[in-house]
């Protein structure tokens, strides 16, 4: 194989003319192609330069990365599993108040501060207890949001209060 090159140079009409011949043979037409040759041309003007590079591993550099790397994955699995427990609790309790509060919104007021009691209390033990007695007597059921994971329902009737109280 045999390369030409040639090149203008600038403020002149000279040319440089180079050619390379290469002493590579490439069999075309086989199932596989293979390339024979010299891996390095021998060429006037040009120097080839085997480098060997040697790198040596001490252990005073090797100890503190390892161990900034450990510390570093132990601190990254931490806030892993403390913001997963958090996020799960805080949504199952925000996926039972959304769901009550969708599919009741027509029988739920909220209030802003929190019913003060002067009669007896009586703790109601599931929320659709509190919607059939809402029904029966009614009257509205009276929401407040205590702001620490915990949401009050009322009903205030003449001689008592029904509370149902949704915590975690």
Do not use: C
Not at 86 to 96: A, C, G, M, P
């Amino acid at each position: 194989m045999q390369i030409k090159t040639t090149a203008d140079l600038e403020n002149s009409n000279s040319h440089v003319v180079n050619v390379y011949n290469s002493n590579s043979i490439i069999s075309l037409g086989e199932k596989t192609t293979t390339f024979s040759g010299k891996l390095v041309d021998n060429v006037v003007g040009q120097k080839v330069l085997d480098v060997k590079s040697t790198t040596e591993t001490k252990f005073g550099n090797v100890l503190p990365n390892a161990l900034l790397l450990l510390a570093s994955v132990l601190v990254i699995t931490y806030i892993v599993r403390r913001t997963e427990e958090s996020k799960r609790v805080n949504s199952d309790y925000r996926i039972e108040l959304n769901r009550i509060l969708r599919a009741f919104q027509d029988k739920i007021v909220q209030i802003k501060t929190n019913v003060d009691v002067t009669n007896d209390i009586i703790d109601v033990k599931d929320f659709s207890e509190l919607i059939k007695l809402s029904e029966e007597i009614f009257k509205p059921i009276l929401y407040w949001d205590s702001k620490k994971e915990e949401a009050y329902f009322y009903i205030l009737a003449n001689n008592a209060t029904y509370r149902f109280i949704l915590k975690i």
